[in-house]
């Protein structure tokens, strides 16, 4: 009997945790997804200035 327990508190267990995982993953993609767009943003117009910089009278390609 103590070895159906321990095997479906394992499967329970496993399953409440996937869930939880699963949970905290679909609250982050947004907010990662954030993030990603300013880092990029941030270094376009940084190459962007450089390459203006170097050559201030070429507009970037």
């Given at each position: 009997?103590l ?59």
């Amino acid at each position: 009997m103590l070895q159906r327990v321990d095997l479906s508190l394992e499967e329970r267990l496993s399953d409440t945790v996937s869930a939880a995982v699963q949970q905290q993953l679909d609250a982050m993609v947004p907010r990662l997804r954030e993030e990603i767009e300013a880092v990029l943003r941030a270094l376009v117009i940084e190459a962007m200035a450089a390459e203006l910089s170097e050559n201030p009278g070429s507009t970037p390609t």
